[in-house]
């Protein structure tokens, strides 16, 4: 973890954001270090947190992982925590797909679509 401090915080200053680390444990995301943004409102776990596929962290790992690895650690049922949570290995393959893409994890896929539109259009000249 001291090897990622001084990258942890470089990004969290340039993004003025909280970055989370975060382990494979089991079938679980485990939060093992943070760095706090200077912004007044500031989103943070508790360390030891564990995180399921269905959030951010959780997505982030899994998706460093080939799906067929995937499929075989996860089996046919996934944990519900929510309504909206994915509850099916082909709805979660689609959503780190979506992550593998834009390399970038939130909560919400539409967040991943919109870092993607602004990119491509960004690259693109003026007309």
Request: net charge positive.
């Amino acid at each position: 973890m001291a090897l990622s401090r001084p990258a942890m915080e470089s990004l969290g200053r340039r993004a003025r954001k909280t970055v989370d680390l975060s382990v494979y444990r089991g079938m679980y995301a485990i939060l093992v270090s943070q760095f706090a943004s200077d912004r007044e409102l500031q989103v943070m776990s508790p360390l030891g947190n564990a995180f399921s596929h269905c959030t951010a962290h959780g997505k982030a790992l899994w998706a460093t992982l080939p799906n067929a690895q995937i499929a075989v650690l996860m089996g046919d049922q996934l944990e519900v925590r929510a309504a909206q949570t994915i509850d099916s290995l082909p709805a979660l393959t689609e959503e780190l797909a979506a992550v593998r893409q834009c390399h970038l994890c939130h909560r919400s896929r539409r967040t991943c679509a919109r870092h993607m539109w602004h990119r491509r259009h960004a690259r693109q000249p003026a007309e």
